[in-house]
Nanobody
Framework: QVQLVESGGGLVQPGGSLRLSCTAS????????MGWYRQAPGKQRELVAA???????NYADSVKGRFTISRVSGKNMVYLQMNSLKPEDTAVYYC???????????????WGQGIQVTVSS
């Protein structure tokens, strides 16, 4: 009923930039927040950044000042601009839609399939 489609990952050199995009589609009435998580090999999934429907943002300390999350209201789209990338940013990045209300009245969280970001020279 709800799909999250991610794009924009890839290989980049240290110090470079990438922009991730995520679009949520389906029978969506509202989304409380959208965000990005990441999971590196052997590590737990962690929050990278999130933004609520009213524009409040939350960032992991490790990405503050380097990453910027933004949201296109009305289109259920979220972007993650990643600058000054470091090798430790290498991970699979997952888009998350938090507290999605659909036309049936149900509220659930949804995840994208994940997209690889590799920072290496």
């Amino acid at each position: 009923q709800v799909q999250l489609v991610e794009s924009g990952g890839g290989l980049v050199q240290p110090g470079g930039s990438l922009r991730l995009s995520c679009t949520a589609s389906g029978s969506i009435i509202s989304i409380y927040a959208m965000g990005w998580y990441r999971q590196a090999p052997g590590k737990q999934r962690e929050l990278v950044a999130a933004i609520t429907s009213v524009g409040s943002t939350n960032y992991a300390d490790s990405v503050k000042g380097r990453f910027t999350i933004s949201r296109v209201s009305g289109k259920n789209m979220v972007y993650l601009q990643m600058n000054s990338l470091k090798p430790e940013d290498t991970a699979v990045y997952y888009c998350n839609a938090d507290r999605v209300m659909i036309v049936s009245g149900n509220v659930n969280d949804y995840w994208g399939q994940g997209i690889q970001v590799t920072v290496s020279s």
